[in-house]
């Protein structure tokens, strides 16, 4: 949580939000050039950023035994591991796909784990971030797996399988869910009556009508829009191929794209 007040001068350090890179995933080709575009932004931003939000879905499939976590993703949480030593706030969000991290990345990279939703206030404003999975959702079998997913007792079961087993197992299921939603053409915005994050962030203020920023990741699409009249609501778009961020920095917010070769804010 980022404390301050805004400053006339506005030389405080700017608040990063993105989401859904899926990094490591089998049905994305580019994976090794996602994972270093997303280095480069995150080392263009060290100096700038007060703190990160990283809203799910940064994996496309991470599970975390007691003693073994996934091969791969080196780059990524070397760059974790430099922003914390730099004193940046790095939090982690899980989302559906890496549901399963537990104490590893806060122990060895200084990320601040979040596992479920969270309201906290930043530069004076109040902001609702989450991945967005399963909020405003009645779609029963994605409830029902998600359900399963979140279970105690089915993730020790899983953690049983031999990783050799649960993570090429957790890698398919991943890959043909990505496939899945693509075939669907799932990624596109369905207008504000039907997307499920508008109408839940909708009922939300009127039991919280203090909230300014709702926040989400998870449906890989760039939106902004103004739920009332101080009241913002952004999904992220996605690092796979939109290289899409929400910069803030205690007056302002910005959707951007991270452009290669530019200076961004
Ligand atoms: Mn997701």
Known sequence: MVNGQCSMFNDMKNVYFLSDAHLGSLAIPHARMQERRLVRFLDSIKEKAAAIYLLGDMFDFWYEYKNVVPKGFTRFLGKLSELTDLGVEVHFFTGNHDIWAYEYLEKECGVILHKK????????????????????????????????????????????????????????????????HKERNDVVYLGEDKEHLV????????????????????????????????????????????????????????????????SQP
């Open 117 to 180: 939703p969270i309201t906290t206030e930043i530069y004076g404003h109040e902001f609702f971030l989450a991945h967005g999975d399963g909020l405003g959702d009645p779609d029963a079998s994605f409830k029902l797996l998600r359900a399963i997913f979140h279970n105690k007792v089915c993730q020790w079961l899983f953690s049983a399988l031999h990783p050799r087993w649960g993570i090429s197992f957790g890698l398919q299921w991943a890959k043909h869910s990505y496939i899945k």
């Open 199 to 262: 109408r839940y962030a909708r009922e939300y203020i009127e039991e919280h009508p203090d909230i300014d920023y709702f926040l989400f990741g998870h449906r890989h699409i760039e939106l902004d829009i103004k739920l009332e009249r101080h009241t913002r609501l952004m999904i992220l778009g996605d690092w796979i191929s939109q290289f899409t961020y929400a910069v803030y920095d205690g007056e302002h917010m910005f959707l951007e794209e991270y452009v290669e070769g530019e």
